[in-house]
């Protein structure tokens, strides 16, 4: 029975690898590598009795929690992280040259979100509370890269 210990612990030791390095966030690779440790320990319990299979449990405990130590506190992970950073911006040109105080009217019924037209262009924007009705005239009061909030103008 020794050698069907020996081999859950190295497949337990083999599926955590995988989980951290080749399926991270999948889950299934962890599951069944924890239920190795368990069943592993089980068979401890039953071939050698209580206080190996304590022992055994206690040993289980420091591997796992000492790889997961060592895998958060080695530069090993940040060899294989992603370090790209994002320059781009969904917003549209037309999105992008509109300024506070451009007027213009709601196209759709603008309930929150909806599509208005700013400088003669056709701009998706929201509104700052209130629904307003198509036709309804609009002045931009804040510009956050792709979204535009408007309400309605009441100059108009």
Known sequence: MLIYIILLVVLALLLFF???????GAGI?????????VVADILVYFDYGFWPSALSVLVSI???????WWL????TMEKV??????????????QLSVKVGDKGKA???LAL??????????VEVKSSG???????PVVVVRVLEALVVVEKDTEA
């Not at 690779?29 to 440790?37: F, K, P, Q």
């Not at 979100?113 to 056709?122: M, S």
């Open 29 to 37: 690779a962890g599951i069944i590598a924890t239920v190795c440790v």
């Open 107 to 109: 196209l759709t019924r």
């Open 62 to 68: 420091i591997i796992v929690l000492g790889f997961f």
């Open 130 to 136: 209130e629904f307003l009705d198509p036709g309804t």
């Open 81 to 94: 992280s992603l370090h790209t950073t994002i320059n781009s911006t969904s917003a549209t040109t037309a």
């Open 72 to 75: 958060g506190n080695s530069k």
């Open 113 to 122: 979100i909806g599509n208005a037209e700013l400088n003669g262009a056709v």
């Open 18 to 24: 995988a989980e951290a390095f080749l399926l991270p």
